[in-house]
C-alpha cells in the first residue's frame, strides 16, 4: 500500500496471477485480470464517473497497459452484472480487439450490446447462467446467482491448476428478493467445502453496519405515496434498477395509474428488461409519455432518469422548466435512488427548484424510498462465515471501504497475513493456496474526453483547476528580432479574471520596462523573454489582487 | 417566489419594513434589515460559502445595494451570535462606513473584534446579555438567551410602534445544554402572551423529523473512544464549538491525557473563549503543541481544524503527511462534527488517507460524535405553540427548509397567507398586525476573490466554469493593417485542452485560408477578423475532438 512500483517476478507455470487494474481505491471501473499459463481472463470492465477534481472528463477508463500488448491471449471478459461501473469500459477495449469472447448473463448481455451498438461494435458472446459451468483455456468458470440492484447478476468461481477463487462481482443478500433469486448461499456452501483459496469480495458496504433492508420494504411506501398522491406522480431512479421499475408500475397499477417512462436509457433499459421478462408489465400500464397528456393528472406516473441531479437528464430539466411536462403545485415527485457522495450540491438543487415550483419532494432523507445494493457488514459476515476463504482480497471499494471489509475477514478467523489491502495495479500471485503481494504496477487514469481517449493527462487537468479557479491573463509582446525592441503590444487579455481590462493599464509600462531592460542586457531569446513578462506580470496580479491566475506570455517575434 | 422584480411602495410612516437580503434559499450570508420612521436596523452580516459552481471564490457576501446609500440611517447591526455565516460580512459593511454601532453578547462581540482586528477595524460595540433591553431610535431591542453549537447566542425581539418581531437567530433546544444556558422558553412564552406579530424563524433544521439530540450525548462516546485509543487521539471540530472541545477536553482529563491545540482558529477561539470564561480547561490539560513530541503517544490528544476536508486545514494536511504530526497505525482521528453537503469528497478523501496511513477513523456515520446546531421539526412546533404568531417569515435555509418551516407554522394554527415563503430581497411590510410581500429587489452574489470584492461578476465565473471544464486555445495572427495579409501566425496556444500542440498543425492552414479570403472580401477590422478565426477554430476543433473550449482569437495589426 506504499505506491511504490515493484516489477513483479516472471510467472512460473501452475501460480495463479490476479491484478486488479481498477475499482480498489474507487468506487467504479472495476476490472481484475486472472493469469495463468500463458493466458488472462478478465473479470468486469467498468467506468469510473470524474469527481470535481477532474473538471471536463466524461468518464474514466482502467488502465489497459497491463494487457494491450497481449489481447491476443485473452480468452474471454466475465462480466458480472450491467452496470456501467461494470461494463461501461467494454466498448473501449474491443476497440483494441473487437473479438474477444463477452461472457456474462441474459440481461447483462443485452445491455452491453446495446451500448456496443452506439459504438458500431457487434461482440462475440457467450450468454450463462447460474450453475453453468463453462471452461475457458486453463480457467474453469462456474457461475452463481447473486442478488443486486440489477437483476441477473453472478459471481464466478475461477477453478485453476493453482486453486479455486471466488469472485462476488457487486452482491446484496436480500432474504426476500422480488424475483425470488437469491444469492445462492448453498453454492457458496460447496465451494467452502471444496476450499476457496482467494476471495474477491464486493466492499462497497462494508464500513456499514447490520443489514441491507429487502428492496421489497421500498413497495408499501410508493403504494402510500402515490395513494395519496393528489395530482400528477413523478419518480426518478437509475434506468438500470429494474426491481425499482417494477414496484413503481405495481404501485401505479394499484393506484389505477398509467406510466410513461421518461429518458432515453430508462425507456432503452426497461423495453430490454420486458422483452427479456426480467420486468412484468401489468396490463395496459405503461403509455407513450407524448401520449399522457389526455390522461387525467390524478392517473398518471411518469418514471424518468436524473435521480443524480445530472444537469441533462429528465428531472434537472423538469426542476428548470425546460421539459414537456413542467411540475407544479399539488405534484408530488420521488426520488427512489441514493445519493452518491459527490452529487449532494446537484441533487439538493433540484430538490429545491422543484419544491420551490410546488412540487411535495419525497426522497430518501424524509421516507424509506430506497435501499442499498450491497450487503452490509452483518451480510459479509455470513459470507466469510460459510466460505471460510484461505485468502481475501478485498474489491470494488475506496480505501475505507477495503479496509473495513479486510476487518471483517480478520474478525471471522482470516489470518491477517492472508488478508490482502491491495490497490489498483497490485500483483497478487496464488500457489499452493498462499496468496501473496509480489508487485506493484504503475498505473494511471485514462481520461474520455469527449471523442478523445487517453489525451488528456494530470498535467491539463490541473491546468484546468488553475484556470476554473483563477481565470488566465494571456500578454502578447511583438519584438524586433534583431534589437529585442518591442513593436506591438502589451496586449493584454484575460477570462474568469475581472470585468474590465483596463486594470492592466497599470501593469503595461512595467511590462514594457522589464522587456526594454532585458533587451538592453542583450536577452533575444523569446522564450527567456516570455519568462521575464510572466514574472513581471504575476508578481503584479499577487500583490495587487491576492491572486495566482494562469500567466500565458507570448513573445513574438517580428 | 417568482423572482420577478417588484419595486416596493414608499414607505408610510409607522410601517415596519423587513427586508431579509441573505441567507433564503442558502445556508450562509444570514442579514435582515427592518426599517421604520427613516431609521434602519440590521440583524446579522455574515457570509456564504461557494459551492463548486462559483470556482476560485474565496466568500460570497450580502448584496449591500439596499442599504448602501443609508448608512448614516443605521442605529445598529444586532449579531445574535459568532458563526461566520452571521458575523463573517461585519468587516466589509464597516468599510463602508466604520462607526455603525454592532451589538451582541460578549462572546460574539470577542469573535468579531479578533475578525476586525485582522482587517485593521476598531468597531463601535455594546455588549448586551438575555434579559437585557436597548432602544435604539424606534426600535426597542429585547434579548433572550437561545442555545446552538456555540455559547452566547442571542435571539432578539424588536418592538417598534407597528409591532413585535421575534427573530430567532440560529437555535436549538437542548434541555440539558453543558452550560445549562437553555433557550428561554419561559421568555417565549411571555412574548406569545403579548402577541408576536411576526417570527422569523430559523428553518436549517425544519425538514429534519424529530428532536436534535442532546449535545452530552457525544460525552461518553469520546470518552470511551480515548479510553480505548492505544496511541495518539487527533480529534476535529468546527473551531468556534467551544462545547464540542469542551467535552474532548473533560474526556481527555478523565483519560490522564494532555491536549494540544491545532489550527490557527482552533487556537484563537479556544483562547478567547478561555479568557470569557465560555470555556473552563481542566488543569494542566492543555499543552503547546510544540511541547507534545515529549508526551507519551497515549496520553496526548490533538484537537484541530479541518473536520471540513478543507485541503489547507490541519486534519488534510496530516492526511497528506504535510504537517509535523504525522498518523500512523494505532493512532485514532475522531471527526466529531457534521458533513456539510458539497463537502463529501473532500471529507472522504482525508478519512481515506487517514485510514491508509493506518490510523483509525471515528466519524458520524459509524458513531455518535456529533449532533447538529439547529432546532429540529418537533422543535420548532414547540416554539409555534408557545408563541402563537400572527405572521411567520421562516429565515436561513434552502428553500426545502423554509418550505418544510412554513409548514409546521401551518399545522400549528398559523393561517398560510400569514405564512411568508420568501427569497432573498423580498420586502415584507408589517401594520396593524398584518404582514404582507410588497416588493421584491433584485439582489445579486457580491463575490470576495483574493483582495478585491464584487469584481468578479457572474460572467466571469462562467468563463472559468467553461476554462475549468474544457480549458482554452487562443490563436494570435500578425496581419498587415493595408492588407489584412497574414505577416505573423497563427501562433496557436492552448491549456488543459491537450498535451501536444501538434495537433494543431492540422487547423493551421485553415486559419490562413479563412483570414486570405476575408482579406480578399475587403475585411479589415481586426475583430471580424477575429471572429473568423474563432469560428474556424470552434469548428474544426468541436468536430475534430467533441469539445467545446474557450477559443481566444486575436488579431493584431502591424
Redesign the interface.
Known amino acids: 500500500?506504499t505506491g511504490q512500483i515493484i516489477e513483479p517476478p516472471a510467472l512460473e507455470a501452475g501460480t495463479l496471477r490476479v491484478i486488479p487494474i481498477g475499482g480498489l481505491?474507487e468506487v467504479g471501473r472495476n476490472m481484475t485480470v486472472f493469469e495463468i499459463d500463458g493466458k488472462l481472463l478478465v473479470i468486469d470492465c467498468g467506468v469510473l464517473f470524474p469527481?470535481?477534481?477532474q473538471?471536463?472528463v466524461d468518464l474514466i477508463l482502467p488502465d489497459f497497459s497491463p494487457i494491450q500488448d497481449r489481447l491476443d491471449d485473452i480468452v474471454g471478459v466475465v462480466l458480472t452484472h450491467g452496470h456501467e461501473d461494470h461494463i461501461g469500459a467494454v466498448p473501449y477495449l474491443l476497440r483494441l480487439k473487437a473479438d474477444i469472447p463477452l461472457i456474462g448473463s441474459g440481461l447483462t448481455l443485452a445491455l452491453v450490446e446495446a451500448k456496443l451498438k452506439e459504438h458500431r461494435i457487434k461482440p462475440y458472446t457467450l450468454t450463462v447462467r447460474e450453475g453453468d459451468v463453462e471452461r475457458l483455456g486453463p480457467f474453469e468458470l462456474q457461475f452463481i446467482a447473486v442478488n443486486h440492484s440489477i437483476p441477473d447478476a453472478l459471481a464466478v468461481a475461477v477453478r485453476t491448476s493453482a486453486g479455486l477463487v471466488l469472485a462476488t462481482g457487486d452482491f446484496k443478500m436480500d432474504q426476500l428478493p422480488l424475483d425470488g433469486r437469491l444469492t445462492d448461499l448453498r453454492a457458496f456452501a460447496r465451494l467452502g467445502e471444496e476450499g476457496v483459496d482467494l476471495f474477491l469480495c464486493d466492499s462497497t458496504n462494508a464500513?456499514v453496519?447490520g443489514f441491507t433492508p429487502l428492496e421489497r420494504s421500498i413497495g408499501p411506501v410508493l403504494d402510500s405515496v402515490i395513494a395519496k398522491a393528489p395530482r400528477r406522480v413523478i419518480v426518478a431512479s437509475f434506468s438500470s434498477h429494474v426491481h425499482r421499475v417494477q414496484q413503481v408500475l405495481d404501485a401505479a397499477a394499484a393506484n389505477g395509474r398509467r406510466v410513461a417512462l421518461l429518458g432515453r436509457s430508462m425507456v432503452r433499459n426497461m423495453t430490454i428488461a420486458a422483452d427479456l421478462g426480467y420486468l412484468t408489465v401489468p396490463d395496459d400500464v405503461l403509455i407513450d409519455y407524448r401520449k399522457a397528456h389526455d390522461i387525467p393528472d390524478d392517473k398518471i406516473v411518469f418514471m424518468s432518469t436524473g435521480s443524480q441531479g445530472e444537469p441533462m437528464a429528465v428531472l434537472s430539466r423538469m426542476a428548470n422548466l425546460d421539459h414537456a411536462i413542467e411540475p407544479g403545485p399539488g405534484d408530488t415527485v420521488i426520488l427512489a435512488s441514493s445519493l452518491i457522495?459527490?452529487n449532494?450540491?446537484a441533487v439538493?438543487r433540484v430538490?429545491?427548484g422543484l419544491?420551490?415550483l410546488g412540487a411535495n419532494?419525497v426522497h430518501k432523507?424524509?421516507a424509506k424510498v430506497h435501499v442499498s445494493g450491497h450487503a452490509a457488514a452483518g451480510e459479509l459476515l455470513y459470507c466469510y462465515n460459510i466460505l471460510k476463504p484461505k485468502n481475501v482480497l478485498p474489491v470494488h471499494g475506496?480505501?475505507?471501504h477495503l479496509?473495513a471489509n479486510a476487518k471483517l475477514a480478520v474478525d471471522t478467523g482470516v489470518p491477517r497475513e492472508n488478508t490482502i489491502l491491495a490497490e489498483d495495479g497490485t500483483v497478487v500471485d496464488l500457489r499452493d493456496g498462499v496468496a501473496r503481494v509480489v508487485g506493484q504496477l504503475e498505473l494511471g487514469y485514462v481520461y474520455v474526453?469527449?471523442?478523445?481517449v487517453g489525451?488528456?493527462?494530470d498535467?491539463?487537468?490541473k491546468?484546468?483547476?488553475i484556470?476554473?479557479?483563477?481565470?488566465?491573463i494571456?500578454i502578447?509582446c511583438?519584438v524586433e528580432a534583431q534589437t529585442g525592441r518591442l513593436?506591438?503590444?502589451p496586449?493584454i487579455?484575460a477570462?474568469?479574471?475581472?470585468?474590465d481590462d483596463a486594470v492592466f493599464d497599470a501593469v503595461k509600462p512595467k511590462i514594457a520596462a522589464a522587456l526594454a531592460e532585458a533587451a538592453s542586457n542583450g536577452v533575444r531569446d523569446s522564450h527567456a523573454l516570455s519568462q521575464t513578462v510572466r514574472r513581471t506580470v504575476g508578481r503584479w496580479v499577487n500583490t495587487?489582487?491576492?491572486?495566482r491566475p494562469?500567466i500565458?506570455p507570448?513573445v513574438?517575434e517580428?
Chains 1, 2 share one sequence.
Open positions: 500500500m481505491g469527481e470535481e477534481n473538471p471536463g464500513d453496519p457522495p459527490g449532494e450540491n439538493y430538490i429545491d419544491t420551490k419532494v432523507a424524509n475506496e480505501f475505507r479496509s474526453d469527449g471523442s478523445t489525451e488528456i493527462t498535467a491539463d487537468l491546468d484546468r483547476r484556470l476554473g479557479e483563477e481565470g488566465f494571456s502578447i511583438v513593436v506591438v503590444g496586449e487579455h477570462r474568469g479574471f475581472a470585468e495587487s489582487y491576492r491572486r494562469m500565458v507570448l513574438i517580428a
